[in-house]
């Protein structure tokens, strides 16, 4: 039996959005997860990448929350920065026609922001632990109404050192908090942070997901051949390497072949990076060549092709890189480029034991409805606008919204946020605003500001 979103109880504006992200069937993780999800258990929740985590936990908790109730309900925390806004960012898409905010509490930008965000209570947060260790023991953080805490990449908040922030976190979280952690791995250690009983999920994850198609090359000229495979199947693609340094070159090299690539690794400034995910999620590049550390937590959809340069360090590492691709149930291709000693090695045979060998890329059994070139979620979707004018200027939101209304639809205005010096708008369903508006008698400038955490 085919499980579909439509089968799930969803209030009209979620079902409206998951169908125009593409989300048409629901994983295994969903379908075991979200029913016991929706009955009040704490979960602890294992499935590999690209299962579809981040809709199993933001879709039971939207479809519950209040709109416009402004009492934060949920609080997710993750590992890192990109993860952090990337589940704000899918938050938002879910909920654009709901009116409930999720602000996201990073460190290293945006801080008096997102302090502003925060009195106005917004109905999910989202960060990493520790900002929001240090922003709830300023109690700066109402955790009066709290519902929910979720652990997202759970495995890796403990791998990246950041157990005692979490402990800390949740020790200072009311009573009776409905606590679910996702993660990749199983970590025995994780279950002493369950205040009580749980139960578990375990999606079995020793096999590729069977929707992704499986190659492998032969190569003496790896960066040529690359950029051969990157010019031939033009898909938003995920290249992998083992070492930094190689992602580097890697990228260089396929720009040098007029390959639109960039490189994504842990020695990047975290503006770079997010920036990095920004321009690839907009389309304005298809290509990104990453290391398995700096890639873990990454969700992103519309990945077609997943290549990895040389062998794998194990089977675990080449199963997590293929779920980059084939979100929701989707075709996609996973093609290892292995020299001629890599394929006889013992490791080599088990892993391309699964895949069928190449000589031509004619061969390949290519899917006509892949998306090429396209965004990770349509990002025109909701833009967000900053306007000069805010609490300074005895801005509230009737005036603000009276003003947008001479110009859209009531229905196409999302979250507002009135700062001291300026108002931060969401506008949805693709609307544009003008470079102007007249607000209280004054023409305020109006400008395009998609980069703000909102």
């Not at 920065?81 to 930008?109: D, H, N, P, W």
């Not at 519902?147 to 157990?163: F, I, P, T, Y």
């Not at 949805?428 to 500001?449: A, V």
Request: proline letters at 4%; a negative charge; aromatic letters at 8%.
């Amino acid at each position: 039996m085919v499980y579909t979103f439509n089968m799930m109880t969803l209030r009209p504006e979620l079902q409206e959005a998951s169908d125009y992200l593409g989300y048409k069937s629901l994983t295994p993780v969903q379908k075991a997860s979200i029913p016991l999800f929706m009955e009040g258990h704490d979960l602890y929740v294992q499935a590999g990448t690209g299962a579809g985590k981040t809709a199993a936990f933001l879709l039971p908790i939207l479809n519950q929350l209040t709109p416009l109730e402004r009492k934060t309900r949920a609080l997710i925390i993750a590992p890192t920065r990109e993860l952090a806004v990337q589940i704000k960012t899918l938050s938002e898409y879910f909920s654009f026609g709901l009116k409930i905010q999720t602000a996201c509490m990073i460190g290293g930008k945006h801080y008096n922001h997102q302090l502003n965000m925060l009195k106005h209570h917004p109905e999910i947060i989202t960060g990493t632990a520790g900002r929001l260790l240090d922003l709830i023991r300023q109690d700066l953080i109402d955790l009066s109404d709290l519902k929910w805490v979720v652990l997202d990449e759970a495995d890796m908040l403990l791998s990246l050192g950041q157990r005692n922030e979490v402990s800390a976190i949740l020790e200072a979280l009311p009573a009776g908090i409905q606590t679910v952690m996702y993660s990749a791995t199983m970590d025995e250690s994780l279950t002493s942070l369950f205040p009580g009983e749980y139960r578990r999920v375990v999606i079995d994850e020793t096999e590729v997901n069977p929707h992704i198609k499986q190659y492998y090359i032969q190569t003496d000229q790896m960066l040529e051949d690359l950029a051969f495979l990157m010019r031939e199947l033009p898909f938003n693609c995920i290249v992998f390497f083992n070492r930094q340094s190689d992602c580097i070159k890697a990228a260089r090299a396929l720009r040098g072949h007029d390959v639109p690539a960039q490189a994504y690794h842990a020695g990047l400034k975290q503006t770079k990076r997010e920036q990095i995910i920004r321009d690839f999620s907009n389309g304005e590049f298809s290509v990104i060549c990453a290391s398995d550390a700096a890639a873990r937590g990454l969700d992103l959809a519309n990945i077609g092709l997943v290549v990895h340069c040389g062998l794998p360090f194990d089977r675990e590492t080449y199963i997590h890189r293929c779920g980059r691709a084939a979100h929701q149930g989707g075709t996609a291709y996973s093609i290892l480029l292995l020299s001629e000693e890599e394929i006889q090695s013992e490791k080599g045979k088990q892993l391309i034991s699964g895949c069928e060998k190449l000589a031509s890329l004619n061969e390949m059994d290519l899917n006509p409805e892949l998306p090429v070139f396209e965004p990770e979620i349509p990002f025109s979707l909701v833009n967000t606008y900053s306007i000069s004018a805010g609490k300074r200027d005895h801005i509230r939101k009737t005036d603000i919204v009276g003003a947008l209304c001479e110009l859209i639809p009531f229905e196409d205005i999302g979250t507002i946020f009135i700062d001291d010096k300026y108002t931060d708008v969401q506008i949805l369903n693709e609307k544009t605003l003008p470079e102007q508006i007249k607000i209280k008698g004054k023409i305020r400038k109006i400008r395009l500001n998609n980069s703000l955490p909102f």
